[in-house]
């Protein structure tokens, strides 16, 4: 079965990049869509984005500006990088599996992201 | 940033049966399908609910899902300890731009 895992730093300091990967195992990247999604401690969940497999992608209008998802099939991986990030952008990340307008099944375990200087 | 309602809190005694409510708008649960994540503390939500009334494999038949115009519901017939949990419902929004949105999260409470 596919399964999702995020790496990448757990500290980020303010005004500096975010970037996280997924990697997706058990399953290929191909035909499906690659949603990065986040949940502030306490708080509820914010889509971030989508990219497709073939590399189209779709953002949260509120994020747009500073978000660039991509995918590496070569490496069934897809990527997430957030720029001038603050405190507000401390969140845990969860990577997902979905289709388009509709589900995500299954998430990765999710990594805390602390932004602080 | 969360565009569908939900109650903040649900609870019930083992056995009863209880009902989220989510609340959206034309753009998001009035044209397209509605899903519902369960969320433990400290662990990845998970699909419980998709296309408005379909249950993932594995996912015991006391949950069930519902929509009407604008609005979604969850219930949980024969509620158990372990569905204490958050629960969050979601949708395509198609304005701006299309995007997904999720909402506000309710916790459910076994007393």
């Known amino acids: 079965q596919v399964q999702l895992q995020e790496s990448g730093p757990g500290l980020v300091k303010p005004s500096e990049t975010l970037s996280l990967i997924c990697s997706v195992s058990?399953?290929?990247?191909?035909?499906?869509?690659w949603s990065w999604i986040r949940q502030p401690p306490g708080k509820g969940l914010e889509w971030i984005g989508y990219v497709y497999y073939s590399g189209g992608t779709n953002y949260n209008p509120s994020l747009k500006s500073r978000v660039t998802i991509l995918v590496d099939t070569s490496k069934n991986q897809f990527s997430l990088k957030l720029t001038s990030v603050t405190a507000a952008d401390t969140a845990v990340y969860y990577c997902?599996?979905?289709?388009?307008?509709?589900?995500?099944?299954?998430w990765g375990q999710g990594i805390p992201v602390t932004v602080s200087s | 940033q969360s565009v569908l309602t939900q109650p903040p809190s649900a609870s019930g005694t083992p056995g009863q049966r209880v009902t989220i409510s989510c609340s959206g708008s034309?753009?998001?649960?009035?044209?397209?399908?509605v899903n519902w994540y369960q969320q433990f503390p400290g662990t990845a939500p998970k699909l419980l609910i998709y296309s408005n009334n379909q249950r993932p494999s594995g996912v015991p038949d006391r949950f069930s899902g519902s929509k009407s115009g604008t609005s979604a519901s969850l219930a949980i017939s024969g509620l158990q300890s372990e569905d204490e949990a958050d629960y969050y419902c979601?949708?395509?929004?198609?304005?701006?731009?299309?995007?997904?949105?999720f909402g506000t999260g309710t916790r459910v409470t076994v007393l």
């Open positions: 997902a599996r979905g289709r388009q307008y509709s589900w995500f099944d299954p």
């Open positions: 034309s753009s998001n649960i009035g044209t397209n399908t």
């Open positions: 979601a949708a395509w929004d198609d304005n701006p731009s299309g995007h997904f949105v």
């Open positions: 058990g399953g290929s990247i191909s035909s499906f869509y």
